[in-house]
Nanobody, 112 residues
Framework: QVQLVESGGGLAQPGGSLRLSCVAS????????MNWYRQGTGKEREWVAG????????TYADSMKGRFTISRDNSKNTLYLQMNNLNPEDTAVYYC?????WGRGTQVTVSS
């Protein structure tokens, strides 16, 4: 059974940082392209960043470049998203994704 379990969300101040984690099980994490998505209230779900298992390349949505870093630890079947210089527009539920599998998400709220 495939499971993706996100954690690390919470309340951050503008300019602050959070690190999200996603623990994967039930599939070959080390050979899977992994993504982070997010969905704000009343907004469509949007892609945030991706991690290519084969090339090692990472890609980002334009608004996240330079602020967010996606990484993975294949020995722990864990995907990370380091988020720096957060702003209120980053408030959303953040989801871990691989193919058609999704986690339940973790809430990130950026507010003073």
């Amino acid at each position: 059974q495939v499971q993706l379990v996100e954690s690390g969300g919470g309340l951050a101040q503008p300019g602050g940082s959070l690190r999200l984690s996603c623990v994967a099980s039930g599939f070959s994490f080390s050979r899977s392209y992994m993504n982070w998505y997010r969905q704000g209230t009343g907004k469509e779900r949007e892609w945030v960043a991706g991690s290519n298992w084969l090339s090692g390349a990472t890609t980002y949505a334009d608004s996240m470049k330079g602020r967010f870093t996606i990484s993975r630890d294949n020995s722990k079947n864990t995907l990370y998203l380091q988020m720096n210089n957060l702003n209120p527009e980053d408030t959303a539920v953040y989801y871990c994704n691989s193919a058609h599998y999704w986690g339940r998400g973790t809430q990130v709220t950026v507010s003073s």
